[in-house]
């Protein structure tokens, strides 16, 4: 079965650009994953579902600042132009015909 | 606007059984994708617990699918999940779920369950 890999921090100044990334596991790079966007005390937000050839597609309402990209078994969220409202986990997700896997989420701090 | 809303007791005596319901409003459970479980124990990420189609097929966690039945009411428009013989390791936030597409695309809001004598 997939596992999705992330780095468990960032952080990045306010206004400036971030990227994040999750790796999926040997033999699984062309998944399909999505990201979510978890605010503190908050539910999990869908943000968007990211194709390997780096085609992405966004959930209602979710800033143009946000965005998708792809290198080989790598899945990138950008955010650019960030704001305080954006310091959350980002936790990545993907599945098969008899499993789902959450990635253990990147937590994000804006300076 | 698809809405998702978990209820079910907040707290589980230790070997007992967690029972919660997720009902949903704006869009039939029998054109889901999946209908989906998914906890997040305190401090920690999220963790898939199992999920059921709107055929009734379901896939569960290796790690906890001997405790675990995820099933739906289409009447009602709701799908449950029961979690057998709990410990504190089972102490989470639970969360009900919806994907379209593959992706979990709906969240539910999320209800604490402690356990605990």
């Known amino acids: 079965q997939p596992v999705l890999t992330q780095s468990s921090s960032a952080s990045a100044s306010l206004g400036s650009s971030v990227k994040l990334t999750c790796t999926l596991s040997s033999g699984h790079s062309s998944y399909i994953i999505a990201w979510h966007q978890q605010q503190p005390g908050k539910a999990p937000r869908y943000l968007m579902r990211?194709?390997?050839?780096?085609?992405?597609t966004k959930g209602s309402g979710v800033p143009d600042r946000f965005s998708g990209s792809t290198s080989g078994a790598d899945r990138y969220l950008t955010i650019s132009n960030l704001q305080f409202e954006d310091e959350a986990d980002y936790c990545c997700e993907t599945w098969d015909s008899n499993t789902r896997v959450f990635g253990g989420g990147t937590k994000l701090t804006v300076l | 606007q698809v809405q998702l809303q978990e209820s079910g007791p907040g707290l589980v005596k230790p070997s007992g059984t967690l029972s919660l319901t997720c009902g949903v409003s704006g869009g039939s459970i029998s054109s889901s994708d999946w209908c989906i479980w998914v906890r997040q124990p305190p401090g920690r990420g999220l963790e898939w617990i199992g999920e059921?189609?709107?055929?009734?097929?379901?896939s569960y966690n290796p790690s906890i699918k001997s405790r675990v039945i995820v099933s739906q009411d289409k009447p009602k428009n709701q799908f449950s999940l029961e979690l057998t013989s709990v410990t504190a390791a089972d102490t989470a936030v639970y969360y009900c779920a919806r994907s379209e597409g593959g992706s979990v695309v709906y969240w539910g809001q999320g209800i604490l369950v402690t356990v605990s004598s």
């Open positions: 990211l194709e390997g050839s780096g085609s992405y």
């Open positions: 059921i189609s709107h055929r009734g097929s379901t």
